[in-house]
């Protein structure tokens, strides 16, 4: 997921990050605070009334095996998993156990993991929630008939490589269920992030014998969560009501208080956001997943009545410049520091809707949220750059005439070519010539994927997956992602940093992890082969009866799971 | 005759044939690798590989191609044992990301793209051709001078700008029309065409301005034509000189109509998406938003498919419309 507004567009969901705690803010200057009445967060939603959902998506679905959804969204309404996540307003976000008693033990430094299931659960067949369901949920992620979602498993869990799904009756060994509630999971290396890997789609139980029209499973799944669906027609609409057999004792995450969900889909974004500005009729109690777009931030800003049910993320996506070091223009580390300095950062917030809607100026890669960020700056020209402080380093490497090429894909937003624009300004002020190539966004994300991409600089967004360097670091940085698609678009190879990576993966403690991870983010800056710019907010309006609807700090979207309709 | 007809078809064919192998062709010129798209995340590259490999993309142009081909006249088969999905004949691909072959999804698209095609095909040749014959026989009155406006702003602002328009002007603003979704004329005839009332309105106003014009034009050529001022001379009724003139006007029309409704048979991808409509234009977009070969190949192929038809059935009325053809 390299680029985000790629992701964001078509996939809408997914990911990530970071949070802006009224203490660790990155840069006071641009802060404001973001606080109104739903980023209150109450401790349970009142019991009743319906739910709607309007989805600027084609189709939803409520398959688990290929979904790309973080545990916090609508699928989960359904759908449980070993571990989930528990989001405040003002709090990071934590790991809770969900099916499981607690968030996994390891007792060899990370590479087995064992969780046990809570006693008496059951499915809304009524059959008992085993192990057995977990381990058939995961292994069907394999099957060639269900490929992409969020595939961290199969890159880590024993003999993935070669297993291919359950339906030809092979099993994954490295999936071990001891009696009916104990699941052990056996790692090819230590991961220390893997109690919050158990916490994604593909770790919700499917019970085998429901599991007779794989194709169609997700239209009409057999729900572990707090709703099932009762009504599903594709392209069209889901209804969702209680699941009788859920017991919200049982469940620390999910605050199940609407009776009944709606869910529309194949709606029109405008369409979906005009609606919920209106908050007319039903409309009154809706969410939904459309994108507020800038020229609307106006009117809803003006309208208290309307501003009032927006909520806004304290952090949200990491944008960046990626100086490819592979280039002869951009070898010497001086240059690169040079280009730090010199991008003008306030012109660029100013570019995506300023600091209350766009996002923050940052100096560091991971975002505030990400457990082990810290706030520092090594190449501080304030906020509109320093062009003396940049040619200095520029005549300290002898560099005269620079000349370097800027790429960026041209079909995602006009915004990307405006970027682009105020770089290339930036630069000329201390002597570099920036030539702009805009591509079509598919070629583009190949050329910055590939070994040898043939560009100096490209503009770059990113979002974690979970909280941890391990989401945000390794897929920029490690040397293992250059070329075959990988993100590392700055051909960034440092085997110091790809060792100190390997080390935080591995480290189970994730409280040192984050400290390790820290000390990556800085390492890799003194190297600078990126210009950190913006960690970009976004918002989502709800209806006005809505309650408890708002954006932590990590990740980037609205708690679906504990919504209430105020009656 | 049979002859002619014999040429046409063998043309379509071979047209067909050759647009999906340059749609396959373009597909994968412009880099796009639907095995990327389907890869999930993280996509190392044996993952990537694997994908590809099930869903026959790691294959050259030309085996696309032919397997394409092949599979329209005997289905095609993806992966292996239990892992097989079976496209059935005709099969234009089967899409991935929907887990669903395309000739499925062709259907399931099709009633919604049929209703907002064929209301919009008959408002558009009913406001087209009155105005236009109204303008016409009535040369410079006030109904002359305002069709000719409404034709001039019809064929000058753009579908979405229209689009847009409505649904917020009658949409939002008065609350008259529903601003989207589709309900199925089986379900209920009137909600069905409740519902598509916006749409209709948008694309018959933005198609009746052809229509208009090419009406009063050839009608005015008509009128003033000899044998038609030789009729009027020898004391034919109005009626009797109108009915001979509208004949001449139907040719152009006929081909100008053939066009149109073949081209909205294959999707209005700007209505679609404005009134939040799944039809055939909207599945084509997600197919190339994607990167899903087989959704762009089936559903332009299909929409290729329509335009021959429909000009092929256009070309044999013609005969019929107008003695001159027939006798050349």
Redesign the interface.
Known sequence: ?ANRSRRV??AGL?LVLALVTAGCNANSQSTEPTKDKNTTALKSAPRGGTLHYLSRR??ESFETA?A?MVPTSRLRWVHRGLTSWRTLPDKDTILVPDLATDTGTTDDGGKTWTFTLQEGLKFSNGSPITAQDVKYGIERSF???F??????H??LLVGA?DY??P???KELDSIEVVGDHKIVFHLTRPFGNWPWIVSMPAFAPVPAAADTEP??YGEHPVASGPYQVTSFR???QAVLDRNPNWKADTDQTRFAGPDKIVLDM???N??IV??LI?DKGEDKTAISNALISPSQFQRIESDPSISDRMANSPSGYFRYLAMNVKRPGLSDVRVRQAINYAVNKAELQSVYGGPKFGGQITSTIMTPGIPGYTEYNLYDGGDTGNVDKAKELLADAGVSGLKLTLTYPTDVSAIEEKEAQSIKNSLARVGVKVELKGL?G??W??LVSSADGDYDMTTNGWGA?FPSGMSTIQ?LFASSEID??GGNASKFSNPEVDAAIDAAIAEPDLDKAAEMWAAIDKQIMEDAPIVPILVQRTQALAGSKILNYFIPAYPPFANELVVGVDR | MIVYIARRIFTAVFMLLAIAFVTISLFFG????PA?????????????A??SA??QTDQSVVWQYTEFVKGLFVGRTY?E???Q?HCHAPCFGYS?????DVTTLIA?RLPVTLSLALGAAVLCLVVGIGLGALSAIRKGGAVDRFSTGFAMFGLSVPTFLVG?LV??VF??MLNALP??G?VSFSESPTDWAWHLIGPWMVLSFILAAGYIRVTRTQLLNELSADHLVAMTARGASTRQVNRHAVRGVMVPVVAMFALDVTALLGGSVIAE????L?GLG?LLL?GV???DLSIVVGVTLFSAFLIIVGNLIADLLMPLLDPRIRRA
């Open positions: 997921m567009v078509p997914a084609a189709t290929n790309q099957a060639p008939m490929q992409g979602g969020l595939g961290y199969k890159t490589t291919d799904g339906y030809d009756g194709e169609t594709k392209g069209s194949g709606l029109n405008d369409t005009q609606r209106d079509d598919n070629t994300s190949e997956d897929p075959n698609g | 412009a880099s796009k690798d990327r798209a389907m890869c999930g995340k993280p996509c190392p590259p044996e993952t990537r694997k994908v099930y869903m992966g044992g239990a892992q999905v991935f990301p929907n887990r669903s399931e847009l649904v917020q949409g939002f601003y989207s589709f998406r404005v009134f939040s799944h909207d997600s938003n994607e990167s």
